[in-house]
Nanobody, 114 residues
């Protein structure tokens, strides 16, 4: 499985960005897909996840601001990020556990300026 993340960039606090993660394989077989992020000098942390049936889970720090979705027709998982804060600055990674392995995308940089 190859995952390609895109959509990162620089935005002012309060702004929005939409990240996308394209899979080389059909995502309809993936039980869950997720986004993580890693800020400079910090460990990688969970952001959001979505199950095959559409159930979602968010870290408390992004609840109410971020929305994760999946498009089975396009084999993508998206992360709509609104009301961005400077603390959201990080490299964002999509990942999927599949057939006993954990696959990661290459990451996309999100920078939120004050």
């Amino acid at each position: 499985v190859q995952l390609q993340a895109s959509g990162g960039g620089t935005v002012q606090a309060g702004g929005s960005l939409k990240l996308s993660c394209a899979s080389s394989e059909s995502i309809s077989s993936f039980v869950v897909m997720a986004w993580h992020r890693q800020a400079p000098g910090k460990q990688r942390e969970f952001v959001a996840a979505i199950t095959r049936s559409g159930g979602t889970n968010y870290d408390d720090s992004v609840k109410g601001r971020f929305t994760i979705s999946r498009d089975n027709a396009k084999n993508t998982v998206n992360l709509q990020m609104d009301m961005l804060e400077t603390e959201d600055t990080a490299v964002y990674y999509c990942n999927v556990p599949h057939e006993g392995r954990l696959y990661w995308g290459q990451g996309t940089q999100v920078t939120v300026s004050s």
